[in-house]
């Protein structure tokens, strides 16, 4: 009977948890270029461009998109990359600087944060390191929502762009990434203590 207490106990803070950071940020994502207001700056958070298995990442792919989408549309002005960029054998904010220049997006116009190890770590730096107190965060929807929460927990007002999603990615890496974000969004409220 213990256990089968704790297990449920588990599951409905899984869940709690889970719907406060969806509803946190419930208004302030948009899919639509058109409807989204006009910030600042972009906070464009890193991934890497290909997978584990070396094939390439779509995430990266779509962010990417998404962000140019953004700036050639003058709903931001200036784009913050960041992500891990502790080694230069890898670098998110490198990788994604030399391809939204490729796409034409002036390099004045972007600053990276090498030290945006995890989200709340980009959250933390646009404030802190980058006197941010309002941002656009370009990601996929699940990450927006976290990233959201987080921001406005520390006094940032930030709205979300979703880059598209891959619905059709079958297979064990979908798991993995929805299990991978559904605990990230318990783990939000550690970060919060």
């Known amino acids: 009977m213990g256990t089968v207490l704790a297990l449920l106990t588990a599951i409905t803070i899984i869940a709690l948890c889970n719907l406060i950071v969806i509803l946190y940020s419930k208004g302030r994502i948009y899919d639509s270029v058109e409807d989204i ?16 298995s070396g094939k390439a990442n779509i995430y990266y792919t779509y962010r990417i998109d998404a962000t140019e989408k ?6 931001i002005d200036r784009i913050l990359i960041s992500g891990d960029g502790k080694e230069t ?4 904010p490198e990788y994604m600087r030399k391809h939204l220049i490729e796409r034409g997006i002036p390099a004045d116009k972007i600053t990276m944060d090498k030290k945006g190890l995890r989200t709340y770590d980009s959250v933390i730096n646009a404030k802190k390191i980058y006197g941010l107190t309002e941002f656009t965060v370009i990601s996929q929807k699940f990450h927006n929502e976290r990233t959201i929460f987080l921001a406005r927990h520390n006094n940032i007002d930030a709205i979300g762009f979703n880059a598209k999603d891959a619905p059709n990615q079958k297979g064990k890496s ?20």
């Open 37 to 52: 207001p006009h910030k600042e700056v972009g906070l464009l958070l890193g991934t890497s461009p290909v997978t584990k």
């Open 174 to 193: 979908a798991i993995q990434i929805r299990i991978r974000e559904t605990f990230a969004k318990v783990k939000v409220f550690k970060d919060l203590i």
């Open 89 to 92: 054998s890898y670098d998110e």
């Open 70 to 75: 953004l700036y050639k549309a003058k709903k």
